[in-house]
């Protein structure tokens, strides 16, 4: 999936229409993915409905913040404990 095809979906799952906050969205879209792959999630996991999902939830975490303040919901973590799980179970 590209980086564009992903960003589709993500705004689809924030109702975001438009093109203004494409570069926003991106970058925070970006974000969330790389934190995701450093944790050990694999791409095909990432490109999952249930990864765009998390990858939302993410985003949305990041577009909410306050200044000086990073951190990820309770529901980011409830949605990326299973993706992690299934990997390790891979293994």
Partial sequence: ???????????AGLTVVGTYNDTQLQIKVSAVKNYMLNAGVTQEIIE?????????????????????EVKFSE???QYLLPQLMAVSLDV
Avoid: P, Q, Y
């Fill in 1 to 11: 999936m590209t980086d564009a095809e992903m960003l589709v979906k993500v705004k």
């Fill in 48 to 68: 999952s409905d249930l990864g765009i999902t998390t990858i939302t939830v993410g985003v949305l975490d990041l577009w909410n913040l306050s200044s000086g």
């Fill in 75 to 77: 529901a980011f973590s």
